[in-house]
């Protein structure tokens, strides 16, 4: 795959098309969308496989974006208040996706897209109805419901993405988000050194074994749901702003499917994954996206 990336970089040039350019653009599509793809890690290492659901931590998301677009929140503090509105109503949402989960123990993937699918449709219902009054965000005529796309230019689009950008001639090197990305990485390595995290690696790896070991299986495979659902809605705040949008109703219902490509191109084969095969993956993934457009 890399060795084809390479040739359609060269053919890119030939056609001139300037491959300068189309590094710039993968380099910022591997972080608005890899926080999505590093939010399946915590649920495939523990056992629960790919997280299909992932539009639950998705809806999350984009209600804290859209309480902070609300309080007419902008910039860098606007940004990262939405993700911290975001984080509590996705740890609500992810024990209840949890309990679902470990009902269908054995079925988590195609449980998952079910919930998945229903509850972007059950949130439907919410987006028509929700109680917010700043006019940007509601449809023109009647003044309720949200809109399908609101625009964050007035609040905190490309906030984190236009931060600290290093320019070496036509080559643009986001640090801002490139920071943001690593850190979020840095904190799950870190996680997974704790005692809960090598923990809830021995119920992934050998779940019988585990057990004898006192290991409350249970409690691992909610704690890895939980966990994987804030990174989600983390996930999608960073996406919407690098994005410039909010999209809301049935946007996030097949958001799931690239980020588990993902995660499969970047080697994982639904057991233990590291963190290179979620940068690998996502890379691999966008930038043949954009060459082949």
Excluded: H
């Excluded at 050998?206 to 495979?221: D, P, T, V």
């Amino acid at each position: 795959m890399l060795g084809f990336l390479g040739v359609m970089f060269c053919i890119a040039a030939i056609i001139d098309i300037s491959p300068v350019f189309l590094f710039n653009d993968s380099i910022i599509r591997l972080v608005m969308n890899g926080v999505l793809v590093l939010s399946l890690l915590p649920m495939l290492n523990a056992g629960v496989g790919i997280n299909y659901g992932l539009p639950v931590g998705i809806v999350a998301g984009l209600l804290g974006l859209c309480l902070a677009v609300n309080f007419y929140l902008k910039g860098l503090e606007g940004f990262f208040i939405a993700i911290l509105l975001a984080i509590p109503i996705a740890v609500v949402f992810g024990q209840a996706y949890a309990r679902l989960l470990n009902w269908a123990k054995g079925k988590e993937e195609i449980a998952g897209i079910f919930i998945g699918f229903s509850f972007v449709f059950i949130m439907n219902f919410f987006w028509a109805t929700a109680p917010f009054n700043n006019p940007q965000m509601l449809w023109p005529i009647g003044g309720q419901g949200l809109r399908p796309t609101i625009g964050l230019s007035n609040f905190f689009g490309r906030a984190l993405t236009d931060l600290w950008v290093l320019e070496i001639g036509d080559l643009k090197l986001p640090l801002g988000l490139l920071s943001f990305f690593g850190f979020l990485c840095l904190m799950l390595y870190l996680f997974f050194k704790t005692k809960t995290g090598r923990a809830m690696l021995a119920v992934g790896e050998n779940e019988s074994f585990a057990q004898l070991s006192g290991i409350n299986i249970k409690l691992m495979r909610t704690l890895a749901i939980i966990l994987s659902t804030v990174l989600g809605a983390i996930g999608i705040c960073v996406y919407a702003q690098s994005y410039g949008f909010l999209e809301l109703y049935e946007a996030p219902l097949m958001m799931a499917f690239p980020a588990a490509s993902a995660i499969l191109i970047g080697g994982s084969k639904g057991g233990k994954t590291f963190i290179m095969q979620v940068i690998l993956g996502t890379y691999l993934f966008q930038t043949i996206l954009i060459l082949s457009t």
